[in-house]
Every structure is written in C-alpha cells, then in structure tokens.
C-alpha cells in the first residue's frame, strides 16, 4: 500500500532555518508499527524519492506517544535564500506519499 | 497587587494567540480564558520562520494596528483579572525596537483606559557585532553549516539571542506586572510563572511548547482562538477555550512533532526537556493531561543566536507560457534571457533566479516528477542586486526577453510570454540570507540581554 493511503497526515514544515522535518501520522499504533518494522522508510529510501544523497537525510524517528514517523532533512538552502520558493518548508512531502509499504 | 494562589501550588497561562499580531486574534474565547482567572496572559510574538528579512533589515512585520489591537486585548484581559501579561520575541523578529514599540503601546492605553499603576518589564535580546566577535571562540554551528568568523559577523545587519527563562525570573521577582521581551525561546515565556512559583521546570516548559501556538495543540485548530494551560506539582493540563475545539492525546502528540527535529527531547539554555516517558491522557472529552517531562541542566549555558545580512536589491518579474512548444522550450528561453543580462550588464555582482511553476518551482532539483509539466507554466524571476538600479535593470531586460522570447526553432510560429502587467514588481522586501544560526557559550543568561524596568502611572 502507498503510504498515503496508510497515514491519517503527511506534513512537512522547516524545523528551525536549516531544516526540514516531515510528520507522518498514523491513526493506530499498529499501522504506526507496520510502517515502522517495514524497513520501507529508511533514509536511503527517502533520499531516493528526492534524489539527493543520503546524508541530507538526517534522521527518521519513531514516536510511540504519537503513532507518528518523523523524517528530517537538511533544506536545499536556508530557508528565505535569493530564489526561494517555499519559506515555511510546507509543500515538500509530496514525494513520500506514493512510497509502497509491504 | 499580590497574587493568593502559591499555596494551592497551580499556575494557569493563557495563551491569547498563536501568533501576536500576526491577524487580530479572536476575543470570544480569550474572554472565556480571562473569566477563569488565569495566573498569566500571554502570547509568542515571534518566530525564525518569517524568514530573514524582518530580523536582518528591521522592517516591521505586522500591521500596526493589529499589533495594537492584541496587545491592548491582553493587557485588559489581564489588568481585569490580575494576572501577569507576558509577550515575547515582539515585533516578529524580536529585535530591541519592536520591545520599545510594545511598550509605547502598552504605556499609552494605560494611561489612556486608566489600567495603572502598572510595573514593566523590558527584555531586550540583540546582540551587537562587537559582542559575537569577542566570543567568536565560544560559538559553533547549529543549524547553519560555516563556522562564526569575524567574516560572517561582518556580512550581519542584525543578530538576536534567544534567551531562555531567566530573564522573566528576574522580572517576575521584580514585580513586574507586564514583560515585553525581545527574541526568546518560545517555551519560557509562558512557563516562567509556574517556575517561578516552584513548580517543577520540565513540566513547565513542555506546557508552554505545548500552548505557544495556541490553536494548534487542539482539534479542529481553528485560527486565532485561545488555549489554557496548567501546570501542577505532578503534571499539566492543556484545552482549549473554544467550545467547538478540544485538545485530545493525539492533538498534543500531533502538535509535539511541530517544527522540531526531536520530539522526545527539546533542547534549551542551560539543559533540555526531556519528554522519552512522558504520557499523554484525555482528562474529559476536550482536555489532556500531561506527565513525565523533566528537565535536565546542562554544565554550560548556551544560547542560540540567530542573524542576518543583506544580499541586495530584488525585483521581480511573473511571466506565463501557455504554447505547448514554448514549455517545451522553456529552458532554452531562460537561458536566452540570461545570456542577453549577461551580455547588457555583465556577468558578475548579481543573482537572477527562474524559478517554473507548473514543473519545479517548489521542489527545485529535488523534484524528480519535474518532467510532468503542465499545459500552463509561469516563470517567477528574482533579480537581486547589491544597487536597485541594477536590479531593475536586469528585471527590465528579463520583461522583454520573455516577450521576444525565440522558440520556434521546430518550425511552429511563436508569441511573447503573458505578463499581468508590463511592469517590474518591486517587493518591499529585500534579498537577505541568515548569517548566523550558532550555539554560544556565556557565562550566565544575562550575558546576552539586559533587562529594565518602569513604572506606567
């Protein structure tokens, strides 16, 4: 199943001016843990979707309390750069929504 | 005024606004927060998300009048129930003018609507060029990926440390009735009171991470409303004041994960909260309870120091292609333009960014679907330049390049880009970029601040 179909919220938003984070909220604690022991959300597969190398994947955390899944990246540049189009970080998800999850 | 409540060892905060002065925040439920007495009014006015213009040119960010409008709200709300008004990070960006303008707005509808005596607090939280170069030693990056140097101080219009909760002890022990405080952590200015009654520190700055947004903590998060938060000896209870919104265990997870790299630990000056056992229980159908968080001190204090510098000048230009052939060819006609600028103004001393929308203005290189363009495309094209003059002038140059723009190589009969207007759109804002976004080590919180105080008669 696609991610999307599977999460009840896929958001992204900057944390801080360098980074952006993506929240992927779950409506239970087992389709949160599916998700999670799956092996499909790992930072080479999320560097994949954005074809950017691995390193700009920061970390993927697990939230029990909230049956969520946070993915953190480095921002392509700081956020408000000459040229920049999205200054909050809120339109840059789109990416995960079509990841299979076995 | 004295405040009979130590012994029932509680402290109740109610956040007016998400965002002061942003859009005048509702009164319906901000009334209904006031009706229950709180201990504190008060409301995060800032952010590092507004991006680094405001902080590095100065500019105001809010409309003066709204400004005005909320602040006036919470110092009635306030003064009506005796509670505490606490603002911070003022103005945006939380520069020292945006602490002076707060005040000057406070002081006049005191004195005008008869609210005084009262005792204030100002907080202010720039830190000057000078200051960061003799401690050039004692910075490292945070979220920026250079190091401090006297270079990048140089390249700084502006720069601001967060500062952490001391700053509103102090002005609590003091006696202040209201505190305007520049750039601060969002947490500590709605957990002070509950610390400075004794309250334990990590329930009380998960608290405030929880309400500083306000509306957000809650369900639906609908804008503008106001929320209450709780601290007690063994916990904290969040809700909202809306009757049509509650806080429910999944909302305040929800909201725990919002713009933070880390949601079980929150670092802070002097230590971090840390939230790895702490549990989330609905108390009713509308309220949660919140227990677990602690807080743990860290040797050094530090504080983030966020600054910005100017790039230039910008001007802009929207042009649209509708022609199939044309979106097909789109690189090649930016590229045309760029090659005539060059040629016109020369090749160094300024920046001139295409950014296509309906391909890949929003996810640049890392849209890889950038190949799925649609039947209409618009070029939003930013020249930026140390000089206006030069900015314009490139602006100019791109305007009837993409009217002129040659595409018909193929053989099909081209036309000029849509324009909105024949105009270069000149933004009040201009280019700047964050300079600073480093951790500095000094020696107590008030190395970083200064704190003043006056009475409004």
């Given amino acids: ?102 | 005024m004295s405040h009979a409540h130590s012994t029932l060892a509680q402290s109740s905060v109610l956040c007016a606004s998400g965002s002061l002065g942003l859009t005048p925040f509702h009164s319906e439920s901000f009334w209904a927060g006031i009706e229950r007495r709180p201990d504190v009014v008060a409301a995060d006015a800032g952010s590092g998300d507004i991006g680094p213009f405001y902080l590095g040119s100065g500019h105001w960010y809010n409309l003066p009048e709204w400004e005005e409008q909320d602040l006036v709200r919470m110092l009635k709300g306030a003064r009506s129930c005796g509670a505490k008004m606490i603002v911070g990070s003022a103005g945006g960006a939380g520069l020292d003018q945006a602490v002076d303008l707060y005040h000057e707005i406070i002081a006049r509808a005191t004195r005008r609507e008869g609210l005084g005596p009262i005792k204030v607090a100002r907080i202010y939280s720039e830190v000057s060029r000078d200051w960061l170069k003799q401690r050039l030693d004692r910075a490292v990056p945070l979220g920026a990926p250079w190091p401090l140097t006297a270079d990048v101080v140089d390249e700084t219009r502006r720069a601001v440390a967060m500062i952490g909760i001391e700053p509103y002890l102090r002005a609590l022990d003091k006696g202040a009735d209201v505190i305007i405080a520049g750039r601060s952590c969002d947490d500590v200015l709605f957990a002070a009171h509950p610390v400075w009654l004794g309250l334990d520190r990590g329930l009380s700055l998960h608290m405030g991470k929880c309400i500083e947004c306000g509306p957000l903590v809650a369900t639906p998060p609908l804008q503008r409303e106001s929320v209450m938060g709780t601290v007690f000896v063994d916990g904290f209870v969040v809700e909202p004041l809306h009757p049509g919104m509650r806080c429910t265990p999944a909302s305040v997870t929800g909201h725990t994960l919002y713009e933070r790299l880390d949601p079980y630990l929150q670092a802070g000056p002097g230590g971090a909260v840390d939230m790895t056992e702490v549990s989330y229980e609905a108390v009713g159908d509308r309220a949660v309870r919140v227990t677990g968080s602690t807080w743990v001190g860290s040797p050094d204090y530090r504080v983030k120091v966020e600054g910005a510098g100017r790039v230039g000048a910008r001007k802009v230009v929207i042009f649209g292609f509708r022609d199939p052939v044309a979106i097909a060819h789109i690189d090649e006609i930016l590229d045309d333009i760029r090659g005539e600028v060059k040629r016109i103004v020369g090749s160094d001393g300024w920046q001139l960014h295409f950014s296509v929308y309906g391909r890949d203005a929003i996810m640049g290189d890392r849209d890889l679907k950038a190949h799925e363009i649609g039947r209409e495309i618009a070029v939003l094209a930013q020249a930026i330049a140390p000089e206006a003059s030069t900015a314009t002038r490139i602006a100019k140059l791109v305007k009837y390049g993409s009217l002129r723009a040659q595409y018909s190589r193929s053989g099909a009969k081209g036309g000029g880009a849509a324009l909105p207007g024949d105009e270069v759109l000149t933004p009040d804002q201009e280019s700047y970029r964050w300079t600073i976004d480093h951790l500095v080590t000094v020696a107590d919180p008030f190395e970083c601040c200064r704190v003043e105080f006056e009475t409004v008669a």
């Fill in chain 1, 1 to 102: 199943m696609k991610l999307s179909q599977l999460a009840t919220s896929l958001s992204s938003k900057n944390a801080g001016n360098f980074h952006l984070t993506f929240d992927i909220v779950f409506d239970s604690a087992d389709t949160y843990r599916r998700v999670l022991q799956s092996g499909a959300l790992t930072p080479e597969s999320v560097a994949a979707r954005y074809g950017v190398s691995v390193d700009e994947v920061v970390s993927i955390v697990g939230f029990d309390p909230g049956n969520a899944i946070k993915v953190n990246m480095r921002r392509r540049r700081p956020s408000g750069d000459p040229g920049e189009t999205d200054v909050f970080g809120a339109q840059q998800y789109s990416p995960l929504l079509d990841l299979e999850i076995p």
